[in-house]
């Protein structure tokens, strides 16, 4: 989804040694799908970037991305200091990120917290017989944000306006 990150976490859980000792992330604003050379699953192991995929990384304006996250330290995977938090003073809404690894290791998990921004303007230009079109305005993937909740017991209220159908009765929300 696209919009406006205000903090980024960063988890490095389980990995006590091989974590990535430093990390930085950069963001664009690009229109549509990156063009990106198929994903090969064959292990390529200290080899360096195709023909394909450097010409793929001109076509993004790759040395043009901007810096969300300067490159920082991460410590390693134990429970008392396996998260990281950082926050991102930024107004820029960004369509894309890329994860850089100093020099390499293991990253659990990594979380973007910010707004949802669609480009109602671009949408509304691809798509002529909008008019004819409803548009789920409460959608996160469109911008909808649940504020406040009477009970969160069983589940979080802003699973009502996840992507998609619910997988069970769990991914839903259910007052007390």
């Known amino acids: 989804l696209a919009g406006v990150i205000k903090g980024v976490e960063v988890d490095t859980a389980f990995f006590t040694g091989n974590q990535v000792p430093r990390i930085s992330i950069q963001g664009a604003c ?7 050379p198929p994903w090969n699953a064959k292990p390529r192991k200290g080899t360096a970037a195709s023909p394909e995929e450097v010409k793929a990384a001109e076509a993004v304006g790759s040395d043009t991305w901007h810096t969300i996250l300067p490159m920082t330290p991460l410590n ?3 429970f008392d ?3 990281h938090f950082f926050p991102v003073d930024s107004a820029q809404r960004w369509t894309h990120i ?12 990594l979380k ?4 949802v921004s669609k480009d109602w303007s671009g949408w ?6 909008s008019g004819k079109e409803l548009v789920d305005l409460v959608a996160a993937e469109n911008g909808g944000l649940g504020l406040q909740a009477s009970n969160s017991h069983y589940g979080r209220p802003q699973n009502l306006l996840n ?13 007390a």
Do not use: F, I, Q
């Open 124 to 129: 509304l230009a691809s798509n002529p017989e």
């Open 30 to 36: 690009l229109p549509g799908d990156l063009p990106l």
């Open 76 to 78: 390693p995977g134990y």
């Open 98 to 109: 890329r994860v850089n690894y100093w020099p390499d290791g293991g990253v659990s998990r």
């Open 112 to 115: 973007c917290y910010g707004e």
């Open 163 to 175: 992507m998609g159908r619910g997988v069970n009765m769990g991914d839903g929300w259910e007052t």
């Open 81 to 83: 200091c396996c998260k």
